[in-house]
């Protein structure tokens, strides 16, 4: 039988879940590919650590660039996370003409074209399955049987820890700092929370599926990005009495001359499947020219559903190496001089419908201001929710308006604010009910 | 740049839709293939019939052979449908060393492993994603991503036609026959809708799916097969009372030495995902011992969707071809000698909880004769609805089981009909509420 030597960089939660896969299910791989995978060395930089694997001596090494140089070693897994020294042992691997896998959104997100670019020129692939969504094999579908579709559209819940503190907030009506601080505590969220609840994370890999629905490079820095942080339980309790969930979702479209890329909270109606995929789930919904509106979902995290599609990325290649195959499939899925650039759209020509929560003063005459401001803008009201309270003060004015430009809200909101009659910033959230 | 040329036989609305999309998203398919796939040859039984379609001259042939031994053709795409000529034509076209393409579940559920033989003595790939699922790419999910995963269950609502109607009866109150003869109106259920209604669809389906992720051929006849047709708007009303939607379900388990395969209508939770997917929707859930469960979504029939699906194997073939590589995965992902024969569990042996409801006499002490003969064979009730009439008569009476045997529930209901209270044969639809 067949063997190929494996290298893994890095070992901690993921890489703990890659080794227990390729013992636990050797038998069912070997019964699929007829060949062997071996991970040979896997470099940490803790040694010592216990990480509660049985392991050949000699398999863990302190020496990453041993792996890096190893001729037995043909596929080499990335598990560091970090863009340095990820980026440079990447590379120096691809120089090597060893094919990689990565779990590493960040890293994709910003240098992905330098390291697609490298793969190409040295005939390898480069594969990271695991780098949006878990264990969803979506980005294998997109490349894979989807492939002959003209994408439209991409959705997602991408990221569960904003998702479960969204979905404890709305079963519970609590509050996002305290779901925040016992999230934390159960494990379901970082130390340093930032990256997942400010949505950057979210952007990392809507920018991936981007690349690979739409054949286009994306400006990172150019992607509208809000996270959940501002989502007060006001907001989640007002969006249940109108019919919807909050969700943070990663919303991308192609135009014939501009993509749309944001990342913000939304609110998706209370009857779509994607207001039920709560806690740390994720979903992708997509829209092909003939497949149509296709849905996944599953675990988006975790040691065991990561390593499923780390460990499907690895017999993907091997299954090219068996058949003498180098690289098969451009790691976009178009060829490389295929990928263009498409501008993404500025947020102010965003079109939709919006959420507005102000806080007013109670007394006659305010809804009529706001109408007022919001109408000279051009945008329409389709509801609005007063709540009067004896003895005055400020009193939540909930607004929901039809189909509108952002720009045109924006200006609406200054006027507002410059009348002098609410108490501080309005709430603002997106509806995307026509998704 | 390379080209393959196809063939297509058969051009109903599965083939028109291809023949759409590699002309309309040929582009598309250039721009990641770097390889142009020409369709060479049609063949169809009625030349004149007008599909809506513009040809170039000589492409649309009444000689299927023709086809079959063009030199210059490398993949055949076969849309015919049925038993005969479409297991010759395919065995034809792959002693020839052809690629081939089906969408024909039929012909897959029961002549599949013949088929599969053939194509590992010819070293060529045989592709058949459109005959699950349509457009949802599930079988390149399960052969692909997943495959590091020994998978648990598969479950699936993967006929369009009964979840349409059953759709129908849930949101309209309405009868089966009342909505199933709208639906064929409608063109949403073919003029004899037998194999769709009676389930026989859903279990070809099933049966491809088994042997997919279980890695074992499945002797179809052992399939317990169970259509929609006995399901009445009275289940469908207590369904809602109690909590459930009822759907046509398919399920495989696998276990040690046995596997369960069965088709029948299910209550699921209201809840669940699974009871959310409406009108002609497909979706496929499977549980992988590392990706967790998994949920697919998305059209399950239809001429795009399904064209999609043919197109996306064929983009697979092509760059296989493109590397040097004939074949690359085996057709159900295990090597073809690692195909095992597992049995299929006897019905009698299924463990589930049961919706009953019986017609029975409208007098005291009945609820007591019915409790005390499930009692006798071991099954124990979790609630009872039990619906009053004035002046006697007739009266449905539910009963919802614990978990129990299915052996012991027929003993049971044998019993229950010596006693003499009940009009007709009672109800039963199995509840799955622990997928």
């Not at 969006?239 to 969700?247: F, N, Q």
């Amino acid at each position: 039988m067949k063997e190929y030597k494996v290298g893994l960089l890095g070992c901690g939660i993921v890489g703990t879940g890659v080794v227990r896969l390729l013992q636990e299910n050797s038998s069912i791989l070997e019964k699929k590919l007829g060949a062997k995978l071996t991970l040979k060395r896997i470099a940490v930089r803790d040694l010592e650590k216990d990480r509660g694997l049985v392991l050949a001596p000699g398999v863990l090494t302190g020496d990453f660039r041993q792996i890096l140089a190893d001729p037995d070693i043909s596929i080499i897994i990335e598990l560091m996370g970090g863009y340095s020294p990820a980026r440079e042992y990447l590379l120096e691997a691809i120089g090597n003409g060893k094919h990689v896998i990565t779990a590493n959104k960040a890293l994709l997100a910003l240098h992905g074209q330098e390291l697609y670019d490298a793969a190409a020129r040295n005939r390898v692939e480069i594969r990271y399955e695991a780098a949006v969504a878990g264990g969803i094999p979506v980005l294998s579908a997109i490349k894979g049987n989807m492939a002959a579709n003209r994408f439209g559209s991409v959705l997602g819940i991408l990221n569960g820890t904003c998702n479960y503190i969204l979905t404890r907030m709305t079963e519970e009506g609590a509050g996002f700092a305290a779901v925040l601080k016992n999230a934390q505590e159960l494990g379901y969220a970082e130390a340093d929370p930032t990256f997942d609840i400010e949505g950057t994370d979210t952007a990392h890999k809507l920018s991936i599926l981007i690349s690979l629905c739409f054949g286009t490079w994306v400006s990172f820095g150019d992607i509208h990005v809000e996270g959940i942080s501002s989502v007060s339980d006001l907001d989640i309790d007002f969006a249940g009495r109108l019919g919807y969930r909050i969700k943070l979702l990663a919303i991308g479209k192609r135009y014939e001359d501009r993509i749309e890329a944001r990342v913000h909270p939304a609110m998706v109606p209370a009857c779509d499947p994607l207001a039920g995929i709560s806690g740390v789930y994720n979903a992708v919904r997509l829209t092909g020219n003939y497949v149509g509106t296709v849905m996944f979902y599953g675990r988006g995290a975790g040691m065991e559903p990561t390593a499923s599609a780390v460990v499907g990325d690895l017999m993907a290649i091997a299954r090219n190496m068996l058949v003498g195959a180098g690289r098969r499939t451009a790691p976009l899925g178009f060829l490389d001089k295929n990928i263009g650039f498409v501008p993404i759209q500025p947020m102010g020509e965003t079109v939709c419908k919006y959420y507005l929560r102000f806080s007013v003063l109670d007394r006659p005459g305010i809804l009529a201001k706001i109408a007022g401001a919001l109408g000279e803008n051009g945008i329409s009201i389709k509801s609005a929710i007063q709540t009067a309270k004896s003895g005055g003060g400020f009193v939540p004015l909930v607004i929901v308006t039809h189909e509108a430009k952002e720009i045109d809200v924006n200006k609406a909101l200054d006027r507002i604010g410059a009348i002098g009659i609410t108490s501080e910033n309005p709430a603002l959230i997106r509806i995307e009910d026509d998704l």
